[in-house]
């Protein structure tokens, strides 16, 4: 058979020859005449040893540490590298049950058997001392250096977070992190994790077979420097958190308080809290699930993430927006009786003198007088219908950060709420309400929803009458204080409110609380301050005590927001927290030792 | 009885005793590579090595089932064959274990097996049916469309699975078909392919189009030796470079030269294209083709590299192509195995003393990278003659393959032939930095039970076909 292509086999075949031959020509120049690849310890092999970093430390606004690093040893194996060793000898200087190490030293195994895996970690420096000396007899074995966190004080857990190992999501997206690192888990150590955590390293040793070090590899050429980490600077005041958690204790909620001139946070609570000692190290795992399963749930950071209806405290928002609209001064009366008589008085109000302005309905917190100012905003005429002067007075309670994120530098901040004309089109069919059937939003309940951050922020705006900062937890990151991570909190914020008299109105109102009204038995000793009282309906039980304030009245250098749960009228338990917190704050010490003791004393949980 | 003694004899003993001395080369470095002093035994089966002999016991028992069949049965079953590891191929889509971002293997219990080694056997049979078919013709449109069929079909579906490295074996079948009477242009076309994709990587767009502008003319007078034409051809494209430069300048496009040059191509290609075609004037309207297609292709690799191939595989050839140097990132498997091959010098370290394959710095040193084991251990000599073996192999293969009287048996030959080359090729060739980094396995060396069977099947069926070349004629 003739075939015309039979001559195409001497082409195919040249083809694999020539191949075949550049191939050995390339092994030739590798294997004999390249000597870059033939390094003098041939016989050695290589051992990389992460170099971690320590851990920017995190200061208060005054320089104290709030957390710090000390030193930890993680005993690590090359199942691969080991030899037969005496099992009881190791597990006797670890001091660490046989089956422990047993079941460890497999589960290392299964995880690779030539990558390095941790067998004990932690260990205390004296059992590194003479674990460092009989290391030779475990070959495959060795010890890496780690730091962990320390904290000075049990104090601030909410806002500095905690760090934990690596979440295997984030090792398969991040090629900088790798099993077994650390990371920052919430809080500023989740934040600034990037500044925090510094870089890792690495030192390349070759190792004989007797486990001992022969030297660096290829004189260090492949090693990294280990950088460590940045240091932050929080706009915390220590000493003030540690008065506001022991103000809280025995309580169920939370404090912030903002120094409104630049928008930084003096403190945060949320009470039950945690020691942070807790989440640290060995132990970490096993205190983490028992305050999980917490019924009072101490893990829940309810300064930022929970919604609570604003209550009495959007009373003056109201007051503001109501102005603005052009539907209320200083001089506009509305009558009470025990409640909003045109529907048949609710919403309820308590027994005070009626008819009262505004200076005194902000006062004495009357309830009728803001449902009155809130329909005339939402009939307000010069708008088309109620449905865009609603939206108008949605974006005027929406810019002052009600029911929008701040934009602070927490994590997992929460938005909070105010209805939306599609929400209520939705509950009661599209166009099919108006203001008589939300009216309760007049006085911040309802669906309204705020968290204390939110709440502090807008006592600050109140208190510069008219803009803020973006609140926020950190001051400066290492020895930059341009930074461009924080350049965002530098820039003012104003609300929608455009007349600075309009705040001076309701601040009148705010002082004549504190002078006359629902918060006058708080005064403070020579510093003159503005308040609201509040009380936020709670669907669930007992309704909950708020208080917001600023002080001092001029000038102000402190705002805060104090809400205490199931605790009732604002004025008994938020209120003088807050005045405490305030004269500690502005004075340095307390003259009212008695309403301490009492208030530290009490115990609103019940257990 | 008389038939099987005919077997006996007439099989190709050297072809099979090659086939056994790799197979067992190959268990001897598996063992090497991954060889740990608590576990000496070489049969415990926990280990690779141990698995590895079940795996190659079972290859003897399919090789010596293969021998069972008439020879006709595989050209008589050849569609069916191919339709079920079609399916198969489909069904791991569906119900197969994803590892490593792949869906490719089948999971039964700890058993794991990849339908995609399978479809090379399954897709050189239905080529050699097809070709092989009475009054087939290579040059007929239809029957290359058909051909495309039977190749691109499998090859799609292992792309969908995430294999390309398995995808890209199916490329190997050009030198089946150029065996069979595929233009030559086919071979030298991939070529040009190759070296216009490591210039294009390598060296500016803009340097190039300015090169191949140059050599054209050069060329043509070479071929033609008429200047005036030349110099006619380069007066067109100046205009056109001059008419583009000038619309870019009045109407502020902020387009860069490249572009500029590329359209002015583009237009004075199609007035030569038309003046040459009237006036019938020699090589003018090849070159300008060739010209043309080339800048075209310069372009389109750019444009492929960076919009098509996935971040890892740039990072690969940037990485072979030297643009991009990173031993401890994306460089390194390719660094620590030439390190392991460079450190073995001429004589090897011996067995089992190799370092560098041994702790692992070779990331799958007993699958894709077992040439390593081989290079340190066992030197220059070593590789030497493991290349020379494959060699061999390949050329008996060519040599069996072409004393078959049955086309179908010939065809399936040069296709046996075909896939083990572009396997050894591409591994080898990724071991020693010569080729991107793809993951497939060298055939008969590489751990795994799947790759191994599947080579098994496809060189025996061509044995089994071989023995029996004296009485097939279909």
Not at chain 1, 131 to 149: A, D, H, S, Y
Not at chain 2, 453 to 474: G, K, P, Q, V
Request: net charge positive.
């Amino acid at each position: 058979m003739i075939n015309p292509y039979s001559n195409r086999k001497y082409i195919i075949g040249g083809i694999f020859i020539a191949f075949a031959l550049i191939f050995v020509f390339r092994l030739f120049y590798l294997q004999i005449i390249d000597s870059s690849y033939k390094f003098s310890a041939d016989n050695n092999s290589q051992r990389r040893i992460t170099k971690y970093p320590a851990r920017g430390v995190i200061y208060d606004r005054n320089g104290k540490i709030l957390v710090f690093n000390e030193a930890a040893f993680d005993l690590m194996v090359i199942p691969q590298q080991t030899k037969l060793f005496d099992t009881v000898d190791l597990c006797h200087i670890l001091e660490i049950e046989k089956n422990e190490f047993t079941k460890k030293f497999k589960d290392a195994k299964l995880y690779s058997t030539y990558r390095p895996s941790v067998i004990v970690s932690q260990i205390s420096s004296k059992t590194y001392a003479i674990l460092q000396e009989k290391l030779f007899k475990f070959p495959g074995f060795f010890v890496q250096g780690r730091t962990l966190r320390k904290y000075p004080q049990p104090i601030a857990s909410h806002i500095l977070g905690y760090v934990g190992e690596v979440d295997p999501k984030i090792v398969a997206e991040n090629a900088y992190y790798k099993q077994g690192d650390y990371i920052g888990i919430s809080g500023i150590e989740r934040t600034y994790e990037k500044f925090l955590r510094g870089q890792k390293g690495v030192s390349i040793f070759m190792v004989d077979v007797h486990n001992k070090i022969m030297g660096s590899f290829a004189e260090g050429k492949f090693d990294t420097a280990a950088v460590i980490g940045t240091d932050i600077k929080t706009t915390i005041d220590a000493n003030l958190q540690l008065y506001g958690e022991k103000l809280m204790s025995h309580k169920k909620g939370s404090i912030v308080a903002i120094d409104p001139s630049t928008g930084e946070i003096l403190m945060v609570v949320s009470s039950p809290s945690y020691d942070p000692g807790l989440l640290v190290g060995r132990i970490r795992s096993t205190n983490y699930v028992n305050l999980l399963k917490d019924t009072l749930k101490p893990l829940f950071n309810r300064a930022i993430m929970a919604s609570y209806p604003p209550g009495s405290t959007f009373k003056l928002v109201m007051a503001l927006i109501g102005q603005q609209e052009g539907v209320l001064n200083a001089n506009t009366r509305y009558p009470c009786s025990k409640g909003y008589a045109p529907l048949g008085g609710h919403p309820k109000c308590h027994p005070h003198a009626s008819p009262l302005d505004l200076s005194n309905a902000i006062g004495h917190s009357c309830n009728s007088y803001f449902s009155y100012v809130f329909k005339s905003v939402i009939e307000n005429k010069k708008y088309h219908n109620t449905y865009v002067a609603f939206e108008a007075w949605r974006n005027l309670a929406l810019s002052f950060c009600i029911g929008k994120k701040t934009g602070s530098d927490f994590s997992y901040e929460l938005r909070g709420n105010i209805p939306s004309i599609k929400y209520y089109d939705k509950i009661f069919g599209k166009r099919k309400w108006k203001a008589s059937t939300v009216i309760s939003l007049g006085i911040g309940q309802a669906e309204m929803g705020i968290t204390p951050l939110q709440s502090a922020n807008v006592v600050a705006i109140i208190a510069n009458r008219g803009w803020y900062y973006i609140p926020h937890i950190v001051k400066s990151i290492g020895s930059n204080t341009n930074d461009t991570t924080l350049a965002r909190f530098k820039i003012k914020n104003y609300t929608l409110i455009t007349d600075t008299n309009i705040f001076l109105n309701v601040i009148r109102g705010m002082s004549d609380a504190v002078e006359s009204g629902t918060a006058a038995a708080l005064k403070i000793e020579g510093i003159s301050f503005c308040a609201k009282t509040g009380t936020a309906e709670n669907p669930h039980g007992k309704d909950h005590s708020v208080f917001v304030a600023f002080a001092p009245t001029n000038n102000p250098r402190i705002a805060i927001s104090v809400l205490v749960e199931n605790a009732g009228y604002g004025a008994t338990w938020a209120g003088p927290i807050a005045s405490l917190i305030m004269e500690k704050y502005l004075t340095g010490k307390i003259k009212r030792a008695d309403l301490e003791k009492h208030i530290m004393e009490t115990n609103l949980i019940g257990d | 009885m008389k038939r099987k003694i005919n077997i006996f004899k007439s099989t190709d003993w050297l072809i099979v005793c090659l086939y056994i001395i790799l197979v067992i080369l190959g268990w001897i470095n598996i063992y090497a590579a991954v060889y740990n002093e608590q576990y000496s035994s070489i049969f415990d089966f926990s280990q690779r090595y141990g698995k590895q002999l079940v795996w190659i016991g079972a290859a003897f028992i399919i090789a010596l089932t293969i021998f069972l069949f008439d020879s006709n049965f595989f050209s008589f079953f050849t569609w069916p064959i191919y339709g079920v590891m079609l399916f198969f191929l489909i069904s791991v889509l569906i119900f197969g274990k994803e590892t490593n971002g792949q869906r490719a293997w089948f999971e039964l219990g700890s058993f794991r097996l990849q339908p995609s080694e399978f479809m090379k056997f399954a897709t050189n049979l239905a080529l050699a049916k097809f070709l092989s078919s009475y009054n087939f013709k290579i040059k007929n449109i239809r029957s290359l469309f058909f051909i495309g069929l039977i190749i691109f079909l499998p090859c799609g579906l292992i792309l969908l699975q995430n294999d390309t490295g398995s995808s890209l074996v199916y490329l190997a079948f050009v030198f089946l078909l150029y065996r069979e009477g595929l233009t030559p242009y086919v071979l030298f076309f991939a070529l040009m392919t190759i070296i216009l994709f490591l210039i294009a990587m390598l060296v500016d767009k803009l340097l190039i189009i300015q090169i191949l502008l140059i050599l054209a003319p050069i060329v043509f007078f070479l071929l033609n030796t008429k200047i005036k034409i030349v110099g006619i051809g380069i007066g067109i494209f100046t205009v056109a470079v001059a008419l583009f430069y000038g619309i870019n300048a009045v109407f502020a496009y902020k387009y860069s030269t490249y572009y500029v040059f590329f359209a002015a191509l583009f237009l004075s290609a199609i007035i030569i294209l038309i003046i040459a075609n009237k006036k019938r004037i020699a090589f003018a309207s090849m070159i300008m083709i060739f010209l043309v297609s080339s800048v075209t292709f310069t372009f389109a690799v750019n444009y492929i590299f960076t919009d098509v191939l996935e971040k890892h595989q740039q990072d690969r050839i940037n990485e072979l192509l030297g643009i991009t140097s990173d031993p401890l990132g994306t460089g390194y498997n390719v660094n620590q195995s030439k390190i392991a091959i460079g450190s073995g010098g001429f004589a090897g370290k011996g067995f089992l003393q190799g370092t560098q394959t041994k702790f692992n710095f070779v990331p799958e040193q007993s699958t894709d990278f077992i040439f390593c084991t081989v290079g340190e251990e066992r030197g220059f000599i070593g590789t030497v003659v493991v290349i020379s073996l494959f060699t061999i192999m390949l050329l008996r293969l060519i040599f069996l393959a072409e004393r078959q009287r049955s086309v179908f048996s010939r065809i399936y030959g040069y296709g046996v032939a075909s896939i083990l080359f572009f396997h050894i090729v591409v591994n080898i060739g990724m071991t020693i930095g010569l080729a991107p980094v793809i993951g497939i396995p060298l055939p008969f060396f590489s751990y795994g039970g799947s790759s191994l069977w599947s080579f098994t099947i496809l060189l025996f069926i061509f044995i089994r076909l071989d023995s029996n070349r004296f009485e097939s004629l279909a």
